[in-house]
């Protein structure tokens, strides 16, 4: 392990555990930072942009911003960290704690009148005693490729990389030293900081206007304490403000809001598109190659995030999302021989589908993960159930509010058409496997809904459709699913047809009504998921594990074509909760082990309330953080369980 290694709190310094991050951001790009107050990953101006800082994927040529107490090496075994966020807002606050002395660092981007600047604000303030803090500043532009300059100003640095052409100021009333490397060179401040006293640090777009602010108010940097405020204030209102509309009150209501909260930083304001993460390589398993880039915004992820949405009152988000989707929707090529399917299964945050996948060789990877990938060739793969996400996110928002209009409607007919005629093709499924097409069952089960929604809102709205055609094909699809998707000697629907593999996507059969809960073929394949891993089922310790890669007999055992292993993958576990939950009409015997494996799996978000894609066998969390998935099946779950815990139905119908 390169970098600097002392620890605090027990963890290593130069590559903190993934959980050990906080996010902040201002629904254009966001940065991670650790429990110890260094950014060390964040991509600039936009969540898909190339990262400026990037350490956390290579602790010695990725760079970063650190503000930490100047002893803090020698006297690391004497401080202790805490980090939280300013209630019911995306601010962070990050503490070190040392016998006789205590400081705070705020972080945040701010949001002004709703709208985010591409600015960056760090407030270090004394809470007692007296402590020296340095500061070190070192981008190191486009993943550590791109040289910048660093130039002296009346209000700090100006920053400029090179060949990309970002113009950065960072401003400051700390004294600040500039020392060459062969990126460009990096800035230092070492400052004392008493009880009460603040030291404020801005990084901003220098073409990003201060005529937001009046200039005879602020004098910048002597009145930067005084702009800082502003900034703040007007950001805590914003994100308050805009929890207020939440109308989820029910026992798990702060870790909900916390994702609520999560989702609405992870969406790009100008286009209303929701990313699955805001970082890209972070590993599915220590040292594996399964490492992917997950800073763009998937059609299944984003519909899925719209009914979580939706479900806890924030209908104005989920309405911004129905317009992202209208424009791909109409984007939509059908005569083109070269392509599989009329949309992508994911597009950028601007909504283009160019996004190819390359390796970065000269990063050594989280904890030498390798490789480092940007991009993402999943976005060429024919992956069938993204028709019946896309489909069940516009029934749901046109019954909330969100009607649909004709236009549109001439747009989605002919999709929904698309899929009746070519339901029958193979893909690569859910978890966009690497080893070959196959019929898979949740592929299946998602032109089904695709259908069965088309049906749906075309009776709803009266809106003209081949009904006939539709009710026939949507049938038929049933009628094969429970033929070829049930195996009838192990009595469990598999993974694709013909197979023996568990997958726990089946779980989605109850929560989209494909199957009434109570079914028997529901309850015997909820029934081989919950075995014991090492007994040919999927759940381990309350996690649940997408499908087995390990365990059972050779025709049991999934595979998806990468090497290496994998941690339990949370939206199955939450997705398990709430299949128990809805099963619990038969048992109830399933709601006590639903509510159960809910308190536990809270039990494994971080410090902040914030969950990766997945969890290892250590507890640790895997795979890209904070992961978008996660957070909206955790609101799903929770506000189902919540309402048969409470005597009342869960339908969603």
Not at 141 to 162: P, R
Not at 575 to 602: G, P
Request: hydrophobic share 40%; glycine share 6%.
């Amino acid at each position: 392990m390169s970098g600097q290694e002392y620890e605090i709190n027990g963890v290593c310094e130069a590559y903190p555990l993934i959980e050990n991050h906080g996010v902040i951001g201002n629904m254009l790009t966001s940065a991670l930072i650790s429990i110890h107050a260094d950014i060390n990953f964040m991509c600039w101006p936009h969540f898909d942009s190339p990262a400026m800082f990037c350490s956390l994927l290579d602790s010695e040529k990725g760079g970063h911003w650190r503000i930490a107490p100047e002893t803090l090496k020698s006297k690391c075994k004497q401080t202790k960290t805490k980090q939280s966020y300013w209630p019911d807002t995306n601010v962070l606050q990050s503490r070190f704690h040392l016998v006789e002395s205590v400081v705070s660092i705020v972080d945040y981007m701010p949001v002004v009148d709703g709208k985010g600047l591409k600015w960056l604000v760090r407030k270090v303030k004394g809470i007692r005693g007296k402590l020296e803090m340095k500061m070190t500043f070192k981008p190191t532009f486009n993943f550590a490729l791109d040289k910048h300059k660093m130039e002296k100003t009346e209000f700090g640095y100006n920053i400029q990389s090179e060949p990309t052409k970002i113009n950065l100021d960072l401003i400051s009333k700390a004294p600040m030293t500039f020392t060459n490397d062969k990126n460009g060179g990096f800035l230092e401040s070492i400052f004392t900081i008493k009880e009460n006293d603040v030291m404020v640090f801005i990084l901003k777009e220098s073409f990003d206007s201060m005529d937001l602010f009046p200039k005879h108010l602020y004098r910048v940097p002597e009145d930067i304490g005084k702009l800082e405020n502003e900034l703040f204030m007007g950001t805590i209102f914003y994100w308050q403000k805009w929890l207020e509309k939440c109308t989820y009150k029910g026992r798990w209501r702060e870790i909900v809001e916390r994702s609520a909260l999560c989702l609405k930083l992870m969406t790009f304001a100008p286009t209303g598109a929701i990313i699955a993460s805001p970082t890209c390589s972070l590993p599915e398993g220590l040292g594996g190659p399964r490492n992917w880039d997950y800073r763009y915004a998937w059609l299944r992820d984003s519909s899925f995030s719209v009914y979580g949405l939706i479900r806890i009152g924030f209908i104005e988000e989920a309405h911004a999302f129905m317009k992202w989707l209208e424009s791909r929707c109409a984007e939509a090529v059908y005569d083109d021989p070269n392509r599989s399917m009329p949309v992508r299964i994911m597009y950028s945050i601007h909504g283009d589908d160019k996004i190819p996948e390359y390796t970065l060789n000269h990063l050594s990877g989280y904890r030498d993960s390798k490789p480092v990938r940007v991009g993402n060739d999943a976005i060429n793969q024919v992956q069938m159930d993204i028709f019946g996400e896309f489909m069940d996110s516009i029934y749901l928002s046109n019954k909330y509010g969100s009607l649909v209009s004709y236009d549109f409607w001439l747009h989605i007919r002919k999709m929904v058409d698309w899929v009746a005629d070519n339901y029958q093709t193979k893909d690569e499924g859910i978890w966009e496997v690497r080893s070959g097409k196959q019929h898979f069952t949740y592929s299946k089960i998602m032109c089904w809904v695709a259908l069965d929604r088309g049906l749906r809102l075309a009776d709803r709205r009266s809106f003209p459709a081949p009904r006939d055609k539709w009710t026939k094909i949507r049938d038929t699809i049933y009628e094969e699913i429970q033929e070829k998707g049930f195996n009838k000697e192990i009595k469990t629907f598999t993974q694709f047809y013909g197979s023996k593999t568990l997958d726990a996507s089946t779980l989605i059969m109850s929560l989209v009504f494909f199957m009434a809960p109570s079914d028997p073929r529901n309850i015997a394949t909820l029934e081989a998921i919950l075995k014991p891993v090492e007994n040919g089922g999927l759940v381990a310790n309350s996690l649940v594990f997408r499908y087995n890669l390990t365990h059972g007999h050779d025709d049991h055992i999934a595979t998806d074509g990468l090497d290496g292993e994998e941690g339990t993958f949370n939206i199955c576990t939450f997705w398990l909760i709430e299949s128990l939950t809805r099963a619990s009409v038969v048992n109830k015997e399933y709601l006590v082990k639903a509510r159960l494996m809910f308190d536990e799996m809270l039990g494994y978000a971080n410090h902040l309330g914030l969950f990766s894609e997945e969890i290892g066998v250590g507890g640790e969390a895997l795979g890209n953080f904070p992961q978008a998935f996660t957070h909206l099946s955790l609101i799903s779950a929770a506000f189902n369980l919540d309402k048969v815990l409470s005597g009342k139905n869960s339908s969603n119908s």
